[in-house]
């Protein structure tokens, strides 16, 4: 009912997570692994919504069947000093590895004997759907690139559009393409 869609594939989250109780999930794992060099909008939520990231992951594992949960979050020097060691008390794994580094994440899930993954902004959400009855209806959005001076985050209602963004930057020049969802595994668009 809270519309909860996951960002890190678009699915609604109940689905997502139902689907994975019904295939069985050893472990929840709630991804904070930002595309580098420009977002961080996925640890910035970490960082600004720990506990509810941590309630929010406790929550989804119940309802997914795993008998555990961790928060995955890559850990370069530039971050170390931000990166807290739990969220409600969930842990947090820090991957050092060479970036990217999703896919040391997935050998790690496939020896813990399999599970899944939801956004780090899915998780939060879920956590005040359920303790105050609340909607999904903002995320933190990352604009950066080369495009852009300087890369900025901004909460920002659902639905907002690029275009609302990009016009609250500082351009060093127009874009002429936009990439969603991250520079690694994102997708093309228009401006």
Do not use: H
């Amino acid at each position: 009912n809270a519309g909860i869609v996951d960002e890190l594939d678009g699915l609604a989250l109940d689905q997502k997570l139902s689907r994975a109780a019904r295939e069985g999930c050893a472990i929840l794992v709630v991804d904070v692994l930002d595309d580098q060099p420009y977002c961080t909008s996925a640890l910035r939520t970490l960082i600004e919504r720990r506990a509810d990231v941590g309630r929010g992951a406790v929550l989804a594992a119940a309802v997914a069947g795993a008998s555990r949960s961790c928060i995955a979050a890559y850990r370069p020097a530039s971050v170390a000093p931000y990166l807290p060691l739990d969220a409600g008390g969930v842990p947090v794994l820090e991957l050092t590895g060479r970036y990217p580094c999703l896919s040391e994440l997935n050998e790690q899930m496939r020896l813990w004997g399999g599970g899944i993954r939801i956004g780090v902004q899915a998780a939060a959400a879920l956590s005040r759907a359920v303790t105050s009855l609340s909607k999904q209806r903002s995320v933190m959005v990352t604009v950066g690139g080369p495009c852009v001076r300087e890369a900025t985050n901004f909460r920002t209602v659902t639905g907002t559009l690029a275009s609302e963004l990009i016009e609250r930057c500082v351009l060093r020049r127009e874009p002429g393409l936009i990439v969603y969802g991250g520079v690694m595994t994102g997708r093309l668009g228009d401006p």
